[in-house]
């Protein structure tokens, strides 16, 4: 049992750290008003990306500058889609998911990366990679940037009150632009960890509607950083914890503990909507479009 224990709380981290990195880059993305329901996709191009790379002889480290540049040329498609031709949000997120399952898969079949296993990121200090203390890092420099720098104060106005930034000489739309880049980077990022480092392998779908809980794991932190990565660290504890039952032979369906992650999703959404959207501390324009009237 000890071993079993020991196994498992090591494993966490690196389930936890594509959650938290994903859950990071919604967070500066809807802090500036724009829902994003676009991270399975954007986490997609960044895993095919990063394990394209590694095929082709990329460094892990490179791999994975990389899948923060697919995930970021991908964000670009849904900035123009909802900051410059104003789309509903909502809509160009779930087109772009679509978009990039199939695109994703047109491309690792043509090239054939289909389940070709790749060497990956090695652990550096106490069984991590460098990535799991990245997250640490990147945690802390999104709390600063966003309470402690005027682009952060910028942002989080453009999020509460577009019309208002607009009359104070902000401009919304580059706003807007660079909050979904940024958000886009670090999102790919969190795809590119889950083929560089966890499945060190690339199979359609191979992200597996963690965006999703991503998303629903920013409501539950209410989209403040840190508490985005205890959820994390919660996700991460059931992720890890899978993998490890099954080795130790429990007599657990595995369909059951497949769904488990879903479950745990399911739960915060119903804890969110118990606790009344008053209480969500959601950005005020989320999901709002801003135009820009005419001048006289």
């Known amino acids: ?22 859950a990071l880059g919604l967070i500066i993305t809807e802090r500036a008003g724009v829902l994003n329901l676009a991270a399975e996709g954007l986490m ?27 995930g970021m040329a991908m964000g670009l498609i849904f900035a123009i889609m909802v900051a410059s031709f104003r789309i509903n949000h909502v809509i160009s997120g779930l087109a772009l998911v679509f978009f990039a399952e199939a695109l994703t898969s047109y491309i690792a079949s043509a090239e054939r990366w289909t389940n070709k296993a790749i060497q990956g990121l090695e652990p550096i200090f106490l069984g991590q990679d460098v ?39 902000i401009d919304v739309t580059a706003t807007r632009f660079a909050a979904i880049l940024i958000g886009a980077a670090l999102i790919g990022l969190a795809g590119g960890y889950l083929t560089v480092a966890v499945s060190r392998i ?37 992720e890890a914890l899978i993998p490890r039952i099954a080795a130790a032979g429990f007599d657990v369906p595995r369909y059951f503990l497949q769904m488990t992650p879903y479950l745990a999703t399911l739960a915060v959404m119903i804890w969110a909507a118990a606790r009344g959207r008053d209480r969500w501390s959601q950005p005020a324009a989320l999901g709002q479009h801003h135009i820009r009237e005419e001048r006289g």
Not at 9 to 14: C, D, K, Y
Not at 160 to 167: I, L, T
Not at 202 to 221: E, H, N, S, Y
Request: aromatic share 10%; proline share 4%.
């Open 202 to 238: 690339w199979v359609d779908g191979v992200v597996g509607g963690r965006g999703w809980i991503a998303i629903a794991l920013v409501i539950f932190a209410r989209w403040q950083p840190w508490r985005a990565l205890l959820g994390a660290i919660l996700f991460g504890c059931i």
């Open 1 to 22: 049992m000890s071993d079993f224990l020991l196994n498992w709380l090591i494993n966490i981290p690196g389930f936890a750290a594509p959650f938290a990195i994903a």
């Open 44 to 70: 997609l191009a960044g895993a095919l990306a990063g394990v394209g790379l590694m095929i082709h002889g990329a460094n892990p480290l490179l791999a994975l500058g990389g899948s923060m540049l697919a």
């Open 131 to 169: 990535i799991v203390y990245v997250t640490l890092v990147l945690c802390a420099l999104t709390v600063w940037m966003l309470n402690k720098t005027r682009f952060g104060l910028t942002l989080r106005a453009v999020g509460e009150n577009p019309g208002a930034a607009d009359a104070a000489g």
